[in-house]
């Protein structure tokens, strides 16, 4: 396993209430990517640290697309379908986890319609499954996108707070509508049938794990710092985000799904930054092998996403679940170059024993 994994799994789990987990059978959709791969890693080191005994359920389109060590590993089950495919399984099911969902602009463009169907075919699936095996908890993913744009003043968006819009009628706002609709479909199943459902909606989260191939800004940026190549912004990088390191919003999962009362929680970092100011954190952490190049091009829209203003309150998980961001933007993305760089000289090393 990546040292910088390793270390982070070892923080996240001083960090949480592990002790529920003992003895559990933990299904996770979307086990292949950053989420889930994490989500996936965490649970492993449980098991070979801690002796948690946990058995892992990990649903996947593709087995190929998860890591060696975890195909490796016995306590690890691999459930090969898609998650718009309704799930069959004879055994028990403690905890669900749905992170099955694209959340490349690009794919979000090119393929609105499936991006819809995970959201909404594939949390119909997980939830019947969560209910016919009657599980402790259950939680989807979802996204700072389900607020849309915020009208009038609106800074922060809070849990109770006002919705911005969406429009229904843009494809590439499959993404938002697929995860509102697949949120009300978790709080429909708790009223009903009284299943424990669970919510997090995470603003812009990077790290280890995370493909710098999916078109969203901060990839773009770690690609070229990777490859020495200069930031070149196509915009005057205006926009306020706030950007989450892995490890952190992990830590929020684990809580929410573990310890939380309420259904829906924020996770996002205390510090808001524009989208140049994340592109000069960027530079400064390239050892001078890149330099910011701006060169607006208006006609480059089109996979951006569809809302440019608010703000994820996070003063509600902080309160309730005592959760505080660890990293900073400078750390989390020296911790997550220092990742891609040894990964990138992993590949190189197998490509020349290959040849």
């Not at 396993?1 to 949480?16: F, L, S």
């Not at 791969?37 to 080191?45: A, I, P, Q, T």
């Not at 939680?139 to 607020?147: D, G, H, K, Q, T």
């Not at 950007?243 to 929680?265: E, H, M, N, P």
Request: charged residues 25%.
């Amino acid at each position: 396993m990546n040292k910088i994994i390793y270390e982070d799994c070892i923080d996240i789990i001083n960090n949480i209430s592990y002790e529920k987990l003992k003895n559990k059978t933990f299904l996770i959709t979307g086990a292949s990517g950053m989420i889930g791969s994490y989500l996936s890693f965490v649970l492993k080191v449980l098991n070979d640290e801690f002796h948690a005994n946990i058995h892992l359920l990990l649903n996947v389109r593709n087995k190929n697309k998860l890591p060696q060590e975890l195909l490796d590993d016995d306590n690890v089950e691999v459930i090969e379908q898609d998650v718009i495919t309704p799930f069959r399984y004879d055994k028990k099911i403690d905890y669900i986890v749905h992170a099955a969902s694209p959340a490349s602009p690009k794919i979000m463009v090119d393929h609105p319609f499936e991006v819809n169907a995970a959201n909404t075919v594939g949390t119909y699936n997980t939830l019947m499954l969560a209910k016919e095996k009657q599980v402790l908890s259950y939680l989807f993913i979802s996204s700072r996108e389900i607020y849309g744009e915020p009208i009038d003043n609106i800074n922060y968006f809070y849990e109770d707070g006002l919705l911005g819009q969406v429009n229904p009628l843009v494809a590439r706002n499959s993404y938002a509508e697929g995860k509102k609709a697949a949120e009300n479909m978790c709080v429909s199943i708790n009223e009903e049938y009284q299943i424990n459902t669970k919510i997090v909606r995470l603003a812009h989260t990077y790290g280890p794990g995370m493909s710098i191939y999916d078109g969203r800004v901060q990839a773009d940026f770690l690609k070229n710092v990777i490859n020495s190549e200069n930031i070149i912004m196509k915009s005057e990088g205006k926009s306020l985000r706030t950007y989450t390191y892995i490890a952190d919003a992990i830590k929020g999962i684990f809580k929410v799904l573990l310890d939380s009362k309420d259904i829906v929680y924020n996770i996002s970092d205390d510090k808001e930054i524009s989208i140049k100011e994340l592109a000069e954190v960027l530079v400064s952490l390239s050892n001078n092998q890149s330099k910011l190049v701006i060169n607006i091009d208006e006609s480059l829209k089109k996979g951006s996403s569809s809302f440019t203003r608010g703000i994820l309150s996070n003063e509600k998980i902080k309160k309730e679940l005592n959760w505080y961001p660890k990293y900073n933007v400078y750390d989390g993305f020296k911790r997550t170059i220092e990742y891609l760089k040894e990964e990138k000289l992993c590949d190189t090393k197998v490509m020349m024993k290959k040849h």
